[in-house]
């Protein structure tokens, strides 16, 4: 929003997943980073907005005019999930969407990118799609090459590719993969 390349455009929907010290190069403070962030949600008609996230939820909600979806791993909001188990090949977690609770399996692993799940989930909710398309839909998430990357060929070991390249990717990522059984982990960088 700071460099004006969307100046003029009204979106539909603005989605807040967190507030991060990323992009402090171009931002001269944590502050401006902030607000600019927040502009975004002067001009959206809807707005979804992760309660979990300290930084900028707050802000989002009491500055925020038109319809809002709260979402949270942690705290009741509109929609929020609890992860009931932890599977080689996905997670199974309850997820709570208004007064319903419904339960889910989908192959994503962390906590991270059940959040994530529940943002795009709420704003599908938004755009009026189904409820029950939008579970259907879960069982088929296939996420990006080198995010949580299941490596297939090596039977005697699991191994798993992540490009994490903040400290806070890096600690989501060692979180999500402890949840997996295993018996060493072992973490290589480069």
């Known amino acids: 929003m700071s460099k004006k390349r969307v100046e003029r455009i009204l ?16 931002h001269n403070s944590f502050e401006e980073y902030k607000k600019a962030k927040l502009k975004l949600f002067t001009r959206a008609k809807k707005a979804v907005v992760n309660l979990d996230d300290e930084g900028m939820s707050k802000d989002i909600l009491s ?3 038109g319809q809002v979806i709260t979402y949270s791993m942690k705290q ?7 992860v009931i188990k932890v599977e080689k090949t996905g997670t199974v ?15 994503i692993h962390g906590d991270h990118n059940i959040a994530n799940f529940l943002a795009a989930f709420s704003a599908c909710l938004l755009m009026k799609i189904s409820i029950q398309d939008l579970l259907t839909a879960a069982n088929f998430i296939t996420g990006p090459e080198g995010r949580f990357q299941l490596l ?5 070991h699991q191994i798993i590719l992540d490009y994490a390249h903040t400290p806070e990717a890096l600690e ?16 290589r960088y480069s």
């Open 63 to 65: 500055l925020f005019k």
């Open 11 to 26: 979106f539909d929907i603005a989605v807040h997943t967190n507030l991060t010290p990323d992009h402090l190069d171009f």
């Open 93 to 107: 977690f309850q997820s709570h969407v208004y007064r319903d609770n419904y339960l889910v399996k989908a192959p």
């Open 172 to 187: 989501s990522l060692v979180k999500a993969v402890t949840n997996l059984p295993h018996k060493r982990l072992i973490l």
């Open 152 to 156: 297939t060929n090596y039977p005697i």
């Open 76 to 82: 009741k909001a509109d929609v929020f999930a609890k």
